[in-house]
């Protein structure tokens, strides 16, 4: 009998999906396969979506106004409904290829599952929101059918590796390097610098365009990726040092394709007489903190300093840094 098929009672498991920022990004020249070797430490940061996910079969009631069962495997409403709810949203993705691999397994089928997505993690933000909610998925999943043998790490990383680069990360959460072409990930000590301020342009930069811009622009060195830094003694460092260490080779290609998301760096630099980073392959960018108020503190004088490039209050923002992902059920 399939998993769900007989539930009486809705069992619904809900995940905070974290944002993450790429602390420290070297990448390499293009491989034969089109990707791009990277080293990167990653590190996850308190800007949540919400997703609850509820098995649905037979004896499961429907939620007020939604569908009784879903029409396939999983029935997801995103929220902004502008998210995409079918095959193009990662968690729909994962899901499939979930049941695909229990079901190579032999393992018994699951019935349905219904989901919702609250999104405010923005996309093309290089913060890797779709991944950590695609990570999410997995895990409310493998929760929701409890009782089973449950995926290893190493195994949910390997079906997240299928689906994007940025995934198998969130597994290894809150702090890792990772390398390969990002889907090889080695857990290390978050940093020291527990609070970031997060700044979100208003600026959607599509992944694959930044690493073409970085190929036509002949960036790229292999023995960037290959010699790591002293990862524990950057951890260790305090805020204001350790961000004068930290790299991204995708800004040079992405303050080309934006010129303006530079200059919004460069004012938030000077205003915050410190280091910014962007994250990723942008848009959003960052600086560390040691304690909560010299960061709030900023963030204040930053949102004033930039509303000349249409960046609104609420998208200059204070975050946790290292922020564990706890699925609970609800
Ligand atoms: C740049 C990074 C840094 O963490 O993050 P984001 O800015 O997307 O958050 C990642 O490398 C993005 O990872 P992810 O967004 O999962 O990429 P994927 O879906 O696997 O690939 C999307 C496209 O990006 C390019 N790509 C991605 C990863 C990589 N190591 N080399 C690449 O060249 C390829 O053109 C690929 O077709
Ligand atoms: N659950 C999801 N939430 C947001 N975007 C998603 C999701 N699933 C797939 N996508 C697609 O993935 C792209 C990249 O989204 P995301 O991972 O949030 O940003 P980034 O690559 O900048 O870190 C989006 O433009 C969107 O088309």
Redesign the pocket.
Request: with cysteine.
């Given at each position: 009998m399939p998993i769900g098929a007989e539930t009486a009672v809705p069992n619904a498991v809900s995940v905070d999906c974290p944002a993450k920022i790429?602390l420290h990004?070297r990448i390499g020249p293009?491989r034969a396969d089109?990707?791009?070797?990277?080293m990167?430490w990653?590190t996850t940061v308190g800007l949540f979506d919400t997703l609850t996910m509820q098995l649905c079969g037979a004896g499961v009631p429907p939620a007020a106004g939604e569908t009784p069962t879903p029409q396939s495997l999983i029935d997801l409403t995103c929220d902004p409904p502008i998210v995409p709810n079918d095959d193009r949203n990662l968690v729909v993705r994962m899901i499939k290829a979930w049941a695909q691999r229990r079901s190579d397994a032999g393992q018994a089928a699951v019935a349905g599952i219904r989901a919702t997505l609250l999104k405010r993690t923005p996309a093309g933000a290089?913060?890797?929101g779709g991944?950590s909610d695609a990570a999410c998925a997995l895990l409310a999943a493998e929760r929701l059918i409890a009782g089973e043998p449950p995926l290893t790490t190493d195994q949910m990383a390997e079906i997240a590796a299928t689906l994007?680069?940025?995934?198998p990360f969130f597994f290894s959460a809150p702090s890792a390097v990772?390398t390969g072409?990002?889907e090889i990930v080695r857990p290390i000590a978050p940093p020291a610098a527990k609070w970031a301020v997060l700044i979100l342009p208003p600026i959607h930069?599509p992944?694959?365009d930044?690493?073409?811009k970085f190929d036509a622009m002949g960036l790229g060195r292999q023995k960037d990726v290959e010699t790591e830094p002293d990862w524990a003694a950057w951890a260790k460092l305090p805020a204001a040092k350790l961000m004068t260490m930290l790299v991204n080779d995708?800004e040079a290609p992405a303050f080309a394709i934006r010129p303006e998301l530079e200059a919004i760096r460069l004012k938030a630099e000077r205003k915050s007489v410190r280091p910014v980073r962007m994250?990723?392959?942008?848009s959003s960018l960052f600086t560390l903190f040691g304690d909560e108020r010299t960061a709030t503190e900023v963030r204040d004088y930053l949102r004033i300093h930039l509303r000349e490039f249409g960046i609104e209050e609420q998208a200059v923002m204070v975050v946790g840094v290292g922020v564990p992902i706890i699925p609970s059920s609800a």
């Open positions: 790429n990004l293009p089109g990707f791009h070797p990277l990167s990653m290089g913060l890797g991944s994007g680069s940025d995934i990772c072409r990002g930069m992944t694959p930044v690493y073409r995708l994250s990723g392959s942008g």
